[in-house]
């Protein structure tokens, strides 16, 4: 019994290390960042050697506000492996999850996170004033949300942002999705009440200029890119500058696959590049 229970135990510990991406060797890797007291609430820095100043990518995973971790490989390897050495930061966020946090206090968590990042980011070599919010499914609408209502961030301490990087979310309109057809996982996570899905509806919270904003949707995916299309509508019609980039690669190739080399990455990377221009 006791030795089955350490070879459980080796094994798990593997697969842990095959989660975790590999440091070059001149990239700083700092895990498990705490921003608040649940075991949740911490976040990896993967930043370059010797940087001063550097722009941040903020990375918000998703899983359906259910599960999935800062350290999964298709969120952090290619992305890292793209752009640490390219100058950037990376921080990669977890947050709580249901049933124990709603979308809404997650994005509150989200906002938490982003505020000690940048009030931790000259540590790293990075630069407080050139964060720049990104997110995949769960944690796009997450991040999509703090772009439409940023006093949820503000109010936490948080500092204005240079854009948002919304990677394949569907639920850009939580009104519309939830009186329609819809998939259980959307009724976990937000419920009954007709006022709770306008609060946590990025679409709904949408009301002023904003930060820049790229919608990334997969083209495989029509529910994804007509959210992404309104949002992007709605925002443009208000002054902001948001676009619509459509891919022809499932929900999980979007994540996994930013960061290779390709039209895909360097079409985030114009829009990244631009951001950090201005």
């Known amino acids: 019994m006791a030795e089955t229970r350490i070879l459980r135990i080796a094994l798990a ?25 649940d075991a949740r609430q911490r976040f990896d820095v993967y930043a ?16 359906g506000w259910a599960i999935g971790d800062k350290a999964n490989r298709g969120v952090v390897r290619n ?3 793209r752009w640490v050495p390219r100058g950037f930061v990376f921080v990669s966020a977890n947050y709580r999850m249901l049933p124990e946090a709603d979308p809404l206090e997650q994005a509150r968590d989200v906002a938490r996170a982003l505020a000690a990042a940048q009030a931790q980011a000259a540590s790293w070599g990075g630069d407080p004033a ?9 944690g796009a609408h997450l991040v999509a949300l703090i772009a439409s ?42 419920g009954t009440d007709p006022a709770y899905w306008a609060k946590a509806s990025p679409l709904a919270r949408l009301a002023a200029p904003g930060a820049p904003f790229l919608a990334v949707c997969s083209t495989r995916r029509a529910e994804s890119c007509t ?14 500058r948001a676009s619509v980039l459509g891919e022809d690669l499932s929900h999980r190739e979007i994540n996994e696959q930013l960061g290779e080399d390709g039209d895909y990455t360097r079409a985030v990377e114009a829009f990244l590049d631009a951001l950090i221009a201005r």
């Open 13 to 37: 510990l593997v697969a842990l290390a095959a989660a975790l991406p590999a440091a070059a060797a001149d990239m700083r890797v700092v895990r498990d960042v705490a921003y608040g007291a």
């Open 48 to 63: 370059p050697e010797g940087a001063r100043g550097a722009p941040v990518i903020f990375m918000v995973h998703g899983g």
């Open 79 to 81: 992305k890292t492996a």
């Open 130 to 138: 050139r964060f720049v919010l990104m997110g995949h499914s769960a």
């Open 149 to 190: 209502a940023p006093q949820i961030a503000l109010d936490l301490g948080a500092r204005p942002w240079l854009g948002t990087v919304e990677l394949d979310s569907a639920a850009l309109d939580v009104e519309r999705i939830m009186r329609g057809r819809h998939l259980r996982l959307y009724d976990r996570a937000f």
């Open 227 to 240: 959210a992404a299309r309104d949002y992007a509508a709605k925002a443009q019609a208000l002054g902001t």
